[in-house]
Nanobody, 126 residues
């Protein structure tokens, strides 16, 4: 059992930056893969970024590559998503997720994730 709580969402102007945080508690493990997903209004949930448990592998969706950076601090049970050069189309509810057994690979498939946070809303104004 893992509990995930996202924070850092809010209103930001286009071109601005924001850092999201995901705090994990409960039966946490440094072997769990971690990912960020988002769901925009009237859109399907999509994978944004992921990082393997050992931190050696990362995944980024093409539309955020070069703008977003995922990182983790296993000692602090934290994962972060640094978002730069934000666009109005980045407006969405952002979710943190944990994948049991994801030590080796950064996993983009939401079906591979076992625990999810409640989400934090990021609104990018134009």
């Amino acid at each position: 059992q893992v509990q995930l709580v996202e924070s850092g969402g809010g209103l930001v102007q286009a071109g601005g930056a924001r850092r999201l945080s995901c705090a994990a508690s409960g039966r946490t493990s440094s072997t769990y893969g971690m990912g960020w997903f988002r769901q925009a209004p009237r859109k399907e949930r999509e994978s944004i970024a992921a990082i393997s448990g050992n931190g050696h592998n990362t995944y980024y969706a093409d539309f955020v590559k070069g703008r977003f950076t995922i990182s983790r601090d296993n000692a602090a049970n934290m994962v972060y998503l640094q978002m730069n050069s934000l666009k109005p189309e980045d407006t969405a509810v952002y979710y943190c997720a944990a994948a049991v057994g994801g030590n080796w690979y950064a996993q983009s498939d939401p079906r591979l994730y076992d625990y999810w946070g409640q989400g934090t809303l990021v609104t990018v104004s134009s």
